[in-house]
């Protein structure tokens, strides 16, 4: 096995060009494509679980601050759980 070469790889069919991007933007950023590529689909999750949080915020959101607000005036009664 080669160093820094993870343990499961499979192959993917791009564009020739496309490859040749990606392995230069990956020479640049002194990472391996592999890293690169690991990289580029966890920011990818991360973007579409913050699109998906922010929808549910601006659908939810007023409910959620009306609930929070119900517990800011139960907590700030003065009486002990």
Do not use: N
């Not at 933007?25 to 890293?35: D, V």
């Not at 966890?42 to 119900?70: C, F, K, N, W």
Request: net charge negative.
């Amino acid at each position: 096995m080669l160093l820094g070469m993870a343990t499961e790889t499979t192959t993917m069919r791009v564009r020739f060009e496309t490859r040749d991007r990606l392995a230069k933007e990956a020479e640049l950023s002194g990472q391996t494509l592999i890293e690169m590529l690991d990289a580029l689909a966890d920011q990818l999750e991360e973007r579409r679980l913050l699109t998906s949080m922010e929808r549910s915020y601006e659908e939810h959101g007023p409910a959620i601050r009306a609930e929070v607000g119900v517990w800011d005036q139960t907590l700030g009664d003065g009486l002990l759980p």
